[in-house]
């Protein structure tokens, strides 16, 4: 079996208290058994958090490669490194707390930096082509509520917009576990261990 190269990505900031990071970490254990030869790679936004576009960084990007300045080269640096990471990864694992019924500002800020015409993306055939094709993305997503089914389901625009973004960027083929109802009584009680089944009965 190939190696596998395993990004881990945590956006909660929670650190250890975190229910996303909880679950997203017992994928990755069930990676580890899965896979006899591989590596984790973790980048926890909320303490190492890429920063936020810029007129110029947006300027730099749509530069072409071999005119861009001192400046332009130094200002794109954590777009390059994450870009970088993704690419050589062959598994993208995310932990998503929802805040206010979306992903945490850190996430939106490395979305933003990897996605980049020509480098993730292109138009060259005259339509929206993904560049990061061939990886498996695992969504560990954790909330208060209940948000995959029922009222409240209208309201939840984590999953819904990472698909979107991601398979933009050509990573399409995409699997959610949930965390949910942690706050919901005669749900909480039992959120972890539910959560944490689905995760052992699956097939990775």
């Known amino acids: 079996m190939s190696k596998k190269n395993v990004l881990h990505i945590k956006a909660s900031i929670n650190g250890d208290a975190s229910k996303s990071n909880q679950l997203s970490n017992s994928i990755i254990e069930r ?6 030869d591989y590596t984790v790679e973790t980048l926890d936004l909320s303490e190492t958090p890429l ?13 072409p490669k071999d005119v861009r300045s001192q400046k332009q080269l130094e ?9 970088k990471q993704i690419k050589e990864a062959d598994i993208v694992v995310i932990a998503v707390p929802l805040y206010n019924f979306s992903i945490p500002a850190s996430l939106k800020a490395w979305l933003d930096q990897i996605a980049r015409a020509n480098e993730t993306f292109s138009y060259a055939t005259g339509s929206p082509q993904g560049l990061l094709t061939d990886k498996k993305v695992y969504l560990a997503i954790a909330s208060g509520g209940i948000y995959s089914e029922g009222m ?6 984590t999953e819904s917009y990472l698909r979107t973004v991601l398979g933009f960027l050509g990573l399409t083929d995409v699997s959610t576990f ?3 109802g942690i706050f919901v009584p ?7 261990t539910k959560a944490l089944e689905t995760v052992e009965e699956y097939s990775f």
């Open 31 to 36: 990676l580890k058994g899965t896979y006899s």
């Open 51 to 63: 920063p936020f576009l810029t007129a110029e960084m947006y300027q730099a990007f749509s530069t």
């Open 75 to 83: 200002v794109i640096q954590p777009s390059e490194k994450a870009i």
């Open 152 to 157: 409240m389901k209208a309201y939840d625009f």
């Open 178 to 180: 949930r965390l949910e």
């Open 186 to 192: 005669n749900v909480g009680e039992n959120a972890v």
